[in-house]
T-cell receptor, first 116, second 113 residues
Framework: GAGVSQTPSNKVTEKGKYVELRCDPI?????LYWYRQSLGQGPEFLIY????????DSGLPNDRFFAVRPEGSVSTLKIQRTERGDSAVYLC??????????????FGPGTRLTVL | QKEVEQNSGPLSVPEGAIASLNCTYS??????FFWYRQYSGKSPELIMF????GDKEDGRFTAQLNKASQYVSLLIRDSQPSDSATYLC?????????????FGGGTRVLVKP
C-alpha cells in the first residue's frame, strides 16, 4: 500500500516568510508525528497527533511553529517568520496504534526546508 | 547526558565482516527499541525492533537488548557495501514521553569492498 507522503520535497524560502509543510499518513494510522532532522543529527521530535488532537507538542521549539490535523488524516506543519536556523529536513511519520506495546513508526521522505 | 547515545563513527568495516553498533539509553523504564537505517538524503527505514532482553535475529541483522545495562546493539553479519548508511537507534521512553521515539545521533557505517 501507499506509504507516508510529504509535500513539497524541497522548499526554499526567505527569512521572515511563512511556510506550510504537508504530510499524508498511511491510511488507517491514527498516530502522526513530526520530527526535524539537522545535518548529522538524529530526528528530533516536534509534535504528536492522536486523531485530530495534538497529544504532545512538547518538541515545538517556539510559538512560530504550529501544526494541525483537522480531519485526523492529513497534517500541516506551519512555520511563521522563518529563520535561517529553521533550515532542516522535516520528517513526518505515522503509526497504527496497537494495545500492549509500542510498535514502529513509518517515515515519509521528508521536506528539505532551506531558509535564505 | 543525552537520553539516547550512539558513537557517531564512521565505523569502517571490510566487506564480509561483522559490523557492531552500540546504543545506550538513560531511561531505565524504556520498553521498546528500534534500529533504523538511513541512507544519505533519504528518510529512516526500520530494520529491527526488540522488546525483550536477549537476541533477536532477522537475516543478516541481530539486535541485542540488555535492560539491566541499558544498552541495545545491532550486529550486521557479512557486511555489504550496500549496508553503508547511518544507523539510528530509537527508544520509546515511558511516562509522559512515551508517545514518541527518542533517537540517538546515529552511527555512520562505511563498508569497504
Amino acid at each position: 500500500g501507499a506509504g507516508v507522503s510529504q509535500t513539497p520535497s524541497n522548499k526554499v524560502t526567505e527569512k521572515g516568510k511563512y511556510v506550510e509543510l504537508r504530510c499524508d499518513p498511511i491510511s488507517g494510522h491514527t498516530a502522526l508525528y513530526w520530527y526535524r532532522q539537522s545535518l548529522g543529527q538524529g530526528p528530533e521530535f516536534l509534535i504528536y497527533f492522536q486523531g485530530t488532537g495534538a497529544a504532545d507538542d512538547s518538541g515545538l521549539p517556539n510559538d512560530r511553529f504550529f501544526a494541525v490535523r483537522p480531519e485526523g488524516s492529513v497534517s500541516t506543519l506551519k512555520i511563521q517568520r522563518t529563520e535561517r536556523g529553521d533550515s532542516a529536513v522535516y520528517l513526518c511519520a505515522s503509526r497504527r496504534l496497537l494495545a500492549g506495546f509500542y510498535n514502529e513508526q513509518f517515515f515519509g521522505p521528508g521536506t528539505r526546508l532551506t531558509v535564505l | 547526558q543525552k537520553e539516547v547515545e550512539q558513537n557517531s563513527g564512521p565505523l569502517s568495516v571490510p566487506e564480509g565482516a561483522i559490523a557492531s553498533l552500540n546504543c545506550t539509553y538513560s531511561d531505565r523504564g524504556s520498553q521498546s527499541f528500534f534500529w533504523y537505517r538511513q541512507y544519505s538524503g533519504k528518510s529512516p527505514e526500520l530494520i529491527m525492533f526488540i522488546y525483550s532482553n536477549g537476541d533477536k535475529e532477522d537475516g543478516r541483522f541481530t539486535a541485542q537488548l540488555n535492560k539491566a545495562s541499558q544498552y541495545v546493539s545491532l550486529l550486521i553479519r557479512d557486511s555489504q557495501p550496500s549496508d553503508s548508511a547511518t544507523y539510528l537507534c530509537a527508544v520509546n521512553l515511558v511516562g509522559a514521553a512515551g508517545n514518541k521515539l527518542t533517537f540517538g545521533g546515529g552511527t555512520r557505517v562505511l563498508v569497504k569492498p
